[in-house]
Every structure is written in C-alpha cells, then in structure tokens.
T-cell receptor, first 113, second 114 residues
Framework: QQQVKQSPQSLIVQKGGISIINCAYENTAFDYFPWYQQFPGKGPALLIAIRPDVSEKKEGRFTISFNKSAKQFSLHIMDSQPGDSATYFCAASITPGTYKYIFGTGTRLKVLA | DTGVSQDPRHKITKRGQNVTFRCDPISEHNRLYWYRQTLGQGPEFLTYFQNEAQLEKSRLLSDRFSAERPKGSFSTLEIQRTEQGDSAMYLC????????????FGPGTRLLVL
C-alpha cells in the first residue's frame, strides 16, 4: 500500500509532441502529489503538484490530471522540448501533514530535436 | 537566496570508514528532510526534522546512521562503518513553515564505498 507505481520507465518523444507519464497508488490516505524533474547529477526540482480534491492543474506546458476514484494521476508535458529531457518522478505524501514523500521509480524522458 | 546546499558533493571512502555529510537548508525553512537515491530509483525517505527535533526515522536508517540538526539550522548525516550497500546519492530537502508541502532539494552528496 505504501507504493507509487510509475510508467513508462522510459519515453522518447519528438519535439513539439506531448509527453505523458502515469502513476498509480493504493493508499487513499495519500494527500499530496508532486511531480519532480531531475537532471543528471542534480537534485530533484519541483515541477507541479496537486491535492486529491482537484481533478486537473495546469502550469505553463505542464498539466497534472488526477483521477481520485481510479487512484491514478498523470503528468502531461505539452509542446515537449529537448530541454525537457530529464528523469521525472511522481511522489505522494504518505502521512497526511508530514509531507514525507514516497517516490515512483522514475521515467527517463528524451525529446528528440 | 542560494537554495539548499550540501557538502561534500562527492565522497569516496573505504568500507568500514565513517563519513559525515552536511546540509544547509534555505534560510528560515523549519523542516529538513534526508533522502537516499540509488541509481535508477526514486529518492527514499530516511528522516526529517522540524526545527531541531527529529520527528521520524525510516526503517532504512539502520543503527549505523545518525542525523542531527543542532539549533535547527544545518543538519549532518553520519554513516558509521560504511558498507558497499551504502553507496548512493544522499539528498537533503527543506520546506518553509508556510508551504510545508513544497520541498526544495539540494544537489546531493554522491557516496561511493569501495
């Protein structure tokens, strides 16, 4: 129950295309769902986050879609650019209020120029 | 504001040696988290502090690991009698009282145990 399952493991997208990364969870106590972007040799950087009472959140080219009943959420990167090539992690706060995150296994995105 | 900083950035040590890592959080951030990340995996929670109090430790944190945050500012993570399985990236993150859900990560300390 204390897992976040992320797919796909890797993704190749043409420049200008849409990148979609999916995550699923089981524990309904999870109360906060951030997405992080990580470049090689760097720490993760927060991209966008959502709470389970919201079905969609958009910030620039990044959108989170959240399906509470299915216990799934996804990251959509519109107009993908070569500079978006990085590893993306979904996460969930596993104890309400503590913001102690459990992370997915990551998706390595490559955007072809 | 310089963000979360960690020192050293890289550490190579021999099995059995002790190592200590330092994390300086963003100024006035009261929460500080430690995570461990192995190659190809997401970060795993180790422990976190609210001010100087260590509020939770993961089962991943064996007795060889100890973390401190004296005076509620910087934090140190010490690993005693290192093992090859300790080789990983050790990440520190901090968050502010107003936005505790938003964790800002440092660049990490990459540890290699030979």
């Amino acid at each position: 129950q204390q897992q976040v399952k992320q797919s796909p493991q890797s993704l190749i997208v043409q420049k200008g295309g849409i990148s979609i990364i999916n995550c699923a969870y089981e524990n309904t106590a999870f109360d906060y769902f951030p997405w992080y972007q990580q470049f090689p040799g760097k720490g993760p950087a927060l991209l966008i986050a959502i709470r389970p009472d919201v079905s969609e959140k958009k910030e620039g080219r990044f959108t989170i879609s959240f399906n509470k009943s299915a216990k799934q959420f996804s990251l959509h990167i519109m107009d993908s650019q070569p500079g978006d090539s990085a590893t993306y992690f979904c996460a969930a706060s596993i104890t309400p209020g503590t913001y102690k995150y459990i992370f997915g296994t990551g998706t390595r995105l490559k955007v072809l120029a | 504001d310089t963000g979360v900083s960690q020192d050293p950035r890289h550490k190579i040590t021999k099995r059995g040696q002790n190592v200590t890592f330092r994390c300086d959080p963003i100024s006035e951030h009261n929460r500080l988290y430690w995570y461990r990340q192995t190659l190809g995996q997401g970060p795993e929670f180790l422990t976190y502090f609210q001010n100087e109090a260590q509020l939770e430790k993961s089962r991943l944190l064996s007795d060889r690991f100890s973390a401190e945050r004296p005076k509620g500012s910087f934090s140190t993570l010490e690993i005693q009698r290192t093992e090859q399985g300790d080789s990983a990236m050790y990440l520190c993150a901090s968050s502010s009282p107003s936005y505790q859900e938003t964790q800002y990560f440092g660049p990490g300390t990459r540890l290699l145990v030979l």
